[in-house]
């Protein structure tokens, strides 16, 4: 069960999505003065190297965060390649750019050091963690306490879905949970599914982010549909956007084409989203699609319902 490690694919496609639009989520649920609990179910390491040993092998961020930043280059430097970059985009790379002053990208933040970034204390927000893996967990562990944060944060090697439960509905009745599972167990898809059912019912006015891989899975496709109906089901509004950067032709190999090149696409599902959310992903996503797209089947969707 424990042969995900997120170090390999750190700061990839995925990654730029699911970070750009937690961000932007944030954003502006931390605009109201109410104190803002986030509760991340499967929160990795926290930190990680894009120059590791886990980046350097996978090169995954090279088709991600590392493209984007060449592209569109950090703030404050050269002139990005896009004429007016989406502000989603811009606050990511902002965000980015704050953990890597040297100005090389060298440091990838994990969800929670995204989140991190966006509390306030001054509101008394708090953010709740759950890593299960026994190297993972201790490297969170380690990379929360030099944040000297305090009771701000507080992390447990505990199962994120059962985790959840306890922290529902936290005592501002305003929160975000982010629900990002490795999937390497098909019953994740299931699980995920009803996490948000039960933690609809306990706190029907919380935000949830849902990430999946788009993949030929039947679980994977059904994975938005089933939201879609339980988010029907419980009258709240919902958001789906999808990132593909398709398949880059020239680097298969004769013969090994069907390997196909990794993750080439995934998925954020959220529920109860901020209003403003869907006109900035608009403008961001293709523009993501531009910057990263690889070939065939690159695009993206963006839906929304309830
Ligand atoms: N949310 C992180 C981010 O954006 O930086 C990445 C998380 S990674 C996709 C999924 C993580 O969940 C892995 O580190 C894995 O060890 C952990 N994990 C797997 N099953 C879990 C469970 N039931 N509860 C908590 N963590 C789990």
Same mark, same amino acid.
């Given at each position: 069960?424990?042969?995900?490690?997120?170090?390999?694919?750190?700061?990839?496609?995925?990654?730029?999505?699911?970070?750009?639009?937690?961000?932007?989520?944030?954003?502006?649920?931390?605009?109201?003065?109410?104190?803002?609990?986030?509760?991340?179910?499967?929160?990795?390491?926290?930190?990680?190297?894009?120059?590791?040993?886990?980046?350097?092998?996978?090169?995954?961020?090279?088709?991600?965060?590392?493209?984007?930043?060449?592209?569109?280059?950090?703030?404050?430097?050269?002139?990005?390649?896009?004429?007016?970059?989406?502000?989603?985009?811009?606050?990511?790379?902002?965000?980015?750019?704050?953990?890597?002053?040297?100005?090389?990208?060298?440091?990838?933040?994990?969800?929670?050091?995204?989140?991190?970034?966006?509390?306030?204390?001054?509101?008394?927000?708090?953010?709740?963690?759950?890593?299960?893996?026994?190297?993972?967990?201790?490297?969170?562990?380690?990379?929360? =306490?030099?944040?000297?944060?305090? %009771?701000?944060?507080?992390?447990?090697? @505990?199962? *994120?879905?059962?985790? +959840?439960? /306890?922290? #529902?509905?936290?005592?501002?009745?305003?929160?975000?949970?982010?629900?990002?599972?490795?999937?390497?167990?098909?019953?994740?898809?299931?699980?995920?599914?009803?996490?948000?059912?039960?933690?609809?019912?306990?706190?029907?006015?919380?935000?949830?982010?849902?990430?999946?891989?788009?993949?030929?899975?039947?679980? =994977?496709?059904?994975?938005?549909? %089933?939201?879609?109906?339980?988010?029907? @089901?419980? *009258?709240?509004?919902? +958001?789906? /956007?999808? #990132?593909?950067?398709?398949?880059?032709?020239?680097?298969?190999?004769?013969?090994?084409?069907?390997?196909?090149?990794?993750?080439?696409?995934?998925?954020?599902?959220?529920?109860?989203?901020?209003?403003?959310?869907?006109?900035?992903?608009?403008?961001?996503?293709?523009?993501?699609?531009?910057?990263?797209?690889?070939?065939?089947?690159?695009?993206?969707?963006?839906?929304?319902?309830?």
């Amino acid at each position: 069960m424990y042969s995900y490690r997120h170090g390999f694919h750190a700061g990839n496609h995925a990654d730029v999505l699911k970070h750009a639009m937690l961000i932007a989520i944030l954003k502006h649920l931390t605009q109201k003065d109410a104190a803002l609990t986030v509760v991340d179910t499967h929160a990795g390491a926290g930190l990680y190297r894009l120059d590791g040993d886990y980046a350097g092998t996978s090169g995954e961020a090279e088709d991600g965060v590392v493209k984007l930043f060449t592209a569109l280059a950090p703030p404050g430097s050269a002139k990005p390649a896009i004429e007016d970059v989406a502000p989603l985009i811009q606050d990511y790379m902002e965000l980015i750019a704050e953990f890597n002053p040297q100005g090389t990208l060298k440091i990838y933040p994990g969800s929670p050091f995204v989140v991190q970034k966006l509390l306030r204390t001054e509101a008394r927000d708090k953010l709740k963690l759950f890593e299960m893996h026994p190297t993972d967990s201790k490297a969170l562990a380690a990379n929360i =306490a030099q944040l000297n944060a305090g %009771r701000q944060i507080a992390g447990a090697r @505990q199962d *994120g879905f059962e985790g +959840l439960k /306890a922290f #529902l509905p936290p005592p501002s009745r305003r929160g975000l949970v982010l629900i990002d599972p490795s999937y390497e167990i098909k019953s994740d898809y299931a699980k995920v599914a009803t996490c948000i059912q039960d933690s609809l019912k306990r706190f029907p006015t919380g935000t949830y982010a849902v990430w999946y891989p788009v993949i030929p899975r039947p679980e =994977a496709h059904d994975l938005p549909r %089933r939201l879609k109906t339980l988010s029907n @089901q419980a *009258g709240k509004p919902w +958001l789906h /956007a999808t #990132l593909a950067i398709g398949q880059d032709e020239a680097r298969n190999v004769p013969g090994e084409e069907a390997r196909g090149q990794g993750l080439t696409a995934s998925g954020m599902f959220i529920v109860n989203p901020p209003h403003t959310l869907k006109a900035a992903l608009t403008q961001a996503l293709p523009q993501l699609v531009k910057v990263l797209g690889r070939g065939r089947g690159q695009g993206h969707t963006l839906e929304s319902g309830g």
